[in-house]
Structure formats: structure tokens, C-alpha cells
């Protein structure tokens, strides 16, 4: 399995009434995955926040394929499936996976970066660009640029 950027057990906190993770906990996982890989890949978001940046989503979107319960081990998977260079916007798309591989969860995020102090969109500084072009990208990855 490639891309792996979160690797955990499924805790108590994270179950609903019906005795599987909850769907808020969902978006959870893949945040510190997309979070770990932005890291992994040089880009931490302390780095990010110093610059006054921070990122911001417009949409999330979750399809669940199968439970996950109690004590389950996960791996979630990230890659960039879009990705506009003129005002970096993104898209992400993570796969959630129990520990016998079988693929429980599909999230899919677009979003864009913000400058945390005017509070409006932004584009990462021009140094930047190198370390998003090595993120790992979708086989259908599409770079826009208009």
C-alpha cells in the first residue's frame, strides 16, 4: 500500500451509538494524515502558520464502504488529485483502510490557503511550489492552470 500517512488505532472517543467510528472521526484521521504528509514532504504546518498561512476547505465529501469498530487498526492513504497553480487550489483524496486491507472509507477534500491575518485567500510563496510538486498525486492527478 503506498501514500500511508496515518497509521492508528480506532479509539473509544471516536465511536458512535451504533458501536462504529463516528462520521466526524472520519475527517479526523484523514486531517492528521494530510497533516503528517505535508510534513513528511517539508511543508509542516507550523512551517505554513509562520508565513501567516493556514489552509481552509470548501468541501468534504465521505463515502463509506465498510465499519470500522472499536480497537481496529487504520492506515489512511493521501494523494493530490488537483491542484491549481495560479491560485493553489487543491484536492485531496484519502483512503481509509482496516489493518486487513480492506478499504472502509473514501474522503475527498478540495480547499484552497488563506492568509490567516487578512482572512482571504492566498497563494503559497513562490519556494513552495517545488515541495507541492513532489506531493503524492492520483493517476488521474489534473494540474489546472487557469
Given at each position: 500500500?503506498?501514500?500511508?500517512?496515518?497509521e492508528?488505532q480506532?479509539?473509544w472517543?471516536?465511536?458512535?451509538?451504533?458501536?462504529?467510528l463516528r462520521h466526524?472521526?472520519?475527517a479526523d484521521?484523514?486531517?492528521?494524515a494530510?497533516?503528517?504528509?505535508?510534513?513528511e514532504?517539508g511543508?509542516?504546518?507550523?512551517?505554513?502558520?509562520?508565513?501567516n498561512i493556514g489552509p481552509?476547505?470548501?468541501r468534504?465529501?465521505l463515502?463509506y464502504?465498510?465499519?470500522i469498530h472499536?480497537?481496529?487498526?487504520v492506515?489512511?492513504?493521501?494523494?493530490?488529485?488537483?491542484?491549481n497553480?495560479?491560485?493553489?487550489r487543491f484536492?485531496?483524496?484519502?483512503?481509509v483502510?482496516?489493518?486487513d486491507?480492506?478499504?472502509?472509507?473514501?474522503?475527498t477534500?478540495?480547499?484552497?490557503?488563506?492568509?490567516?491575518?487578512?482572512?482571504k485567500?492566498?497563494?503559497?510563496?513562490?519556494?513552495?511550489?517545488?515541495?507541492?510538486?513532489?506531493l503524492p498525486?492520483?493517476?488521474?492527478?489534473?494540474?489546472i492552470?487557469v
Amino acid at each position: 500500500m503506498e501514500h500511508v500517512f496515518y497509521e492508528g488505532q480506532i479509539i473509544w472517543a471516536q465511536i458512535d451509538a451504533n458501536r462504529h467510528l463516528r462520521h466526524s472521526a472520519y475527517a479526523d484521521l484523514c486531517a492528521q494524515a494530510r497533516s503528517n504528509m505535508l510534513k513528511e514532504m517539508g511543508l509542516s504546518l507550523d512551517k505554513i502558520a509562520e508565513m501567516n498561512i493556514g489552509p481552509v476547505l470548501f468541501r468534504e465529501e465521505l463515502i463509506y464502504l465498510r465499519e470500522i469498530h472499536l480497537n481496529e487498526l487504520v492506515k489512511v492513504t493521501v494523494v493530490m488529485t488537483r491542484y491549481n497553480v495560479l491560485n493553489s487550489r487543491f484536492s485531496f483524496r484519502h483512503e481509509v483502510y482496516r489493518a486487513d486491507g480492506v478499504k472502509c472509507a473514501v474522503v475527498t477534500v478540495d480547499g484552497a490557503w488563506m492568509d490567516i491575518e487578512k482572512r482571504k485567500l492566498t497563494v503559497l510563496p513562490a519556494e513552495w511550489q517545488s515541495i507541492v510538486s513532489h506531493l503524492p498525486k492520483s493517476e488521474d492527478f489534473e494540474e489546472i492552470s487557469v
